[in-house]
């Protein structure tokens, strides 16, 4: 018999509870909700900039000379031909070719990356890179995912706002999908530019007390947190998926709608990760859908939409269907299948 899963606590929780955070058991973690106004959160977000807590994303340190031969090993696209201070995302992928983990992979040194994925796959993803290790391999493979905290910095406003607080050691202008190590007050920290919500953003890996620092220098200029609930109303409205609970049913990078983005094979195309937009309040993950009465897939991300004042969704609906206009029965609500994203900021 299997006993209780541990429910992980994020390192900052004292301080997210002091800003007036409520508390949500989500991916195996106790994470910041909102801080009494989500709605309020997403629209700093969307308007300005929002700081958020992503420290539950596993993270792992993989260095040595042989560092790019597992990572190639463990994850497809052309992981071996990252170039120092860039990033890229891409997927693991099981036998049968479906993704089993979401990752950002920065090369922080010559023989240094920052791995960076699903919550959910934290585990299985640190035993594939072990297993990957070959006997005679210089590799180091380190779990930083409870000894540090992962902050994000994300909305229209989100570069000035760094190049205005964090520009001690951030420099001045790091494109997207680059990465840096930099000191924030005598502090060593790494920073990538990237975001999954829709808007520009940046990503810092940092020691406790330093991401505190960091939350309190940029709280002071005016910069709001923002909870979970406003994080993922963002990402469903950028049509951006998450491990849970969108891959897990089993995808292709095809049928999750990645191959192209990521540059890598599609494999598979039975099923699409489609944009639908719901009559009425969001139904559970795994509500099934129905067309004419007969099953064509099922639901699994929804979330009401501060960006469009409407209830939206992700769900795994037959390819043959999956086409703009389809109307579906979610087990007693409609639903219209639309095109992706919901939200794209125009600039």
Same mark, same amino acid.
């Given at each position: 018999m299997t006993g209780p899963q541990r429910l992980y606590h994020v390192a900052l929780r004292d301080l997210h509870a002091a800003a007036g955070s409520a508390f949500v058991s989500r991916l195996g973690w106790s994470l910041p909700a909102h801080y009494g106004d989500p709605a309020a959160e997403h629209a700093a977000l969307r308007g300005h900039a929002a700081i958020f807590d992503r420290s539950h994303r596993g993270r792992f340190i993989v260095s040595g000379t042989d560092a790019s031969d597992v990572l190639h090993t463990v994850f497809a696209?052309?992981?071996?031909?990252?170039?120092?201070?860039?990033?890229?995302?891409?997927?693991?992928?099981? %036998?049968?070719?479906?993704?089993? %983990?979401?990752?950002?992979?920065?090369?922080?040194?010559?023989?240094?990356?920052?791995?960076?994925?699903?919550?959910?796959?934290?585990?299985?993803?640190?035993?594939?890179?072990?297993?990957?290790?070959?006997?005679?391999?210089?590799?180091?493979?380190? %779990?930083?995912?409870?000894?540090?905290?992962?902050?994000?910095?994300?909305?229209?406003?989100?570069?000035?706002?760094?190049?205005?607080?964090?520009?001690?050691?951030?420099?001045?202008?790091? @494109?997207?999908?680059?990465?840096?190590?930099?000191?924030?007050?005598?502090?060593?920290?790494?920073?990538?530019?990237?975001?999954?919500?829709?808007? %520009?953003?940046?990503?810092?890996?940092?020691?406790?007390?330093?991401? @505190?620092?960091?939350?309190?220098?940029?709280?002071?200029?005016?910069?709001?947190?923002?909870?979970?609930?406003? @994080?993922?109303?963002?990402?469903?409205?950028?049509?951006?998926?998450?491990f849970s609970p969108d891959l897990e049913p089993g995808l292709s990078p095809a049928e999750a709608d990645l191959d192209t983005l990521l540059h890598i094979p599609g494999g598979r195309e039975r099923w699409m990760l489609s944009a639908v937009l719901i009559d009425g309040p969001p139904p559970a993950a795994g509500t099934r859908a129905l067309l004419s009465g007969a099953p064509v897939g099922e639901l699994r991300s929804s979330v009401s939409s501060p960006s469009l004042n409407a209830t939206i969704g992700l769900a795994v609906i037959e390819s043959r269907v999956a086409l703009p206009g389809t109307r579906l029965d979610l087990e007693g609500t409609s639903a219209t299948i639309v095109a992706k994203p919901f939200y794209r900021r125009r600039s």
């Open positions: 696209g052309h992981v071996d031909e990252l170039e120092e201070g860039r990033a890229m995302r891409t997927v693991a992928l099981n %036998d049968r070719g479906e993704i089993d %983990d979401l990752v950002l992979i920065a090369r922080t040194g010559g023989i240094s990356y920052l791995v960076t994925g699903e919550p959910t796959r934290r585990t299985a993803t640190f035993e594939r890179l072990n297993a990957a290790v070959g006997p005679d391999f210089d590799v180091r493979i380190d %779990d930083r995912t409870e000894t540090t905290c992962l902050i994000a910095l994300a909305g229209p406003a989100a570069n000035e706002m760094a190049r205005r607080h964090l520009n001690e050691g951030l420099p001045a202008v790091l @494109q997207p999908m680059h990465n840096v190590a930099f000191e924030f007050h005598g502090f060593r920290a790494l920073g990538t530019r990237t975001s999954d919500v829709g808007e %520009d953003g940046f990503e810092l890996m940092l020691a406790p007390a330093v991401a @505190q620092h960091v939350i309190e220098t940029l709280r002071a200029a005016g910069i709001p947190l923002a909870g979970f609930e406003a @994080q993922e109303a963002a990402r469903v409205e950028a049509c951006v998926p998450a």
